[in-house]
């Protein structure tokens, strides 16, 4: 089945600084959704794509749909020690089933 | 408060016995699916339904696991004879579906059911 590539697994990063993770599949996907979990909760939406290039921001968070349609990535600029947590990619893949697939997850550490 | 209400949120149960979760999708949501996360992992899909036809079931659910959404609203998932590697968050997401369009189908996740087989 589609699996996703994400990255990277983890950071360590300190308060104010700027944050890039990206997602890489092998095949062409529809829908690229970014996500945020925190421990024990459910993941919540961050910011959904729909077409190829298409560059969407929802405060400090910006991603990108890839011009190939096999990847995304999500930056985080001025981060905030509220930005831990692990953030997930999730997609739907062209031409097959309409469920989600996830990413392993980037977990995001703040240092204030 | 995304609107997916899960529960219960936790669950302890004993190996052998029988459980199940509920999920009330958000109100005007067609398409309602079910996830299982274990730690360190994204979030694997399990089912889905739209409205009260269930249209995909993963090769992960086994006969031990059953889904319904008996009227298109809220559904249930029950897993029989409890085994300890069932032991792991579900989660219920919901999204609304549009006719034809493929693109727009944002989903959103409830706040998880956590499940422990001893």
């Known amino acids: 089945g589609q699996q996703l590539n994400q990255s990277p697994q983890s950071m360590f990063i300190q308060e104010g600084e700027d944050v890039s993770m990206n997602c890489t599949s092998s095949s062409i996907f529809n829908t690229w959704l970014w996500y945020k979990q925190d421990p024990g909760e459910g993941p919540v939406l961050l910011i959904a794509?729909?077409?190829?290039?298409e560059l969407t921001s929802n405060g400090r968070l910006t991603a990108q749909f890839g011009i190939t349609r096999k990847d995304s990535f999500l930056n985080i600029s001025a981060s905030i020690p509220s930005d831990v947590g692990i953030y997930f990619c999730?997609?739907?893949?062209?031409?097959?089933?309409?469920?989600?697939?996830f990413g392993k997850g980037t977990k995001l550490t703040v240092n204030p | 408060d995304t609107g997916v209400s899960q529960n219960p949120r936790h669950k302890i149960t004993k190996r052998g016995q029988n459980v199940t979760f509920r999920c009330d999708p958000i109100s005007e949501h067609n398409r309602l699916y079910w996830y299982r996360q274990t730690l360190g992992q994204g979030p694997e899909f399990l089912t889905y339904f739209q409205n009260e036809a269930q249209l995909e079931k993963s090769r992960l659910l086994s006969d031990r696991f059953s889904a319904e959404r008996p009227k298109g609203s809220f559904s249930t998932l029950e897993i029989q004879r409890t085994e300890q590697g069932d032991s792991a968050m579900y989660l219920c997401?919901?999204?609304?579906?549009?006719?034809?369009?493929?693109?727009?189908?944002?989903?959103?996740f409830g706040e998880g059911s956590w499940l422990t087989v001893v």
């Open positions: 997401a919901s999204s609304l579906r549009r006719g034809r369009i493929l693109s727009g189908n944002t989903i959103y």
């Open positions: 999730a997609g739907t893949a062209q031409g097959g089933s309409e469920k989600l697939v």
């Open positions: 794509l729909y077409k190829a290039g």
